[in-house]
């Protein structure tokens, strides 16, 4: 887990956030749109290994499996979030899920972009 842990912090450090899936070992998919669960999210001014694994342990069920993604990125104060998503292959549904889920926005995994909800 070490090396996975450095490989999302290495990858944050250069793009300002991640997608990774804890059981697949799958990062930043190329198609879909990526939905924060609710209630499971973290803000922090800092990402790394210690804070990963403290989250990770925290959310055991919820991380993982090959539909449920560690998500972190990066807002426009510098402030990192840290959250459990889904990726939902079609975009309407992604975006009422998101509205469901009191999401402000989810992410277009093809387009890299935020869609507002």
């Known amino acids: 887990m070490k090396t996975n842990l450095l490989k999302i912090c290495n990858e ?3 793009n300002g956030g991640i997608s990774y899936n804890l059981t697949t070992g799958d990062v930043n998919p190329d198609c879909g749109y990526m939905v924060s669960l609710p209630s499971l999210g973290v803000i922090a001014s800092y990402v790394d290994e210690d804070l990963l694994r403290s989250f990770i342990k925290t959310r055991p069920a919820t991380l993982h499996g ?10 426009e104060s510098g402030m990192f979030h840290l959250d459990v998503s889904v990726r939902i292959e079609d975009r309407e549904q992604a975006i009422e899920t998101g509205k469901r889920y009191n999401q ?4 277009d995994c093809q387009a890299k972009d935020i869609i507002n909800c």
């Open 104 to 107: 402000v926005a989810i992410w």
């Open 66 to 75: 090959p539909d449920r993604w560690l998500g972190i990125w990066r807002d």
């Open 12 to 14: 944050v450090a250069l």
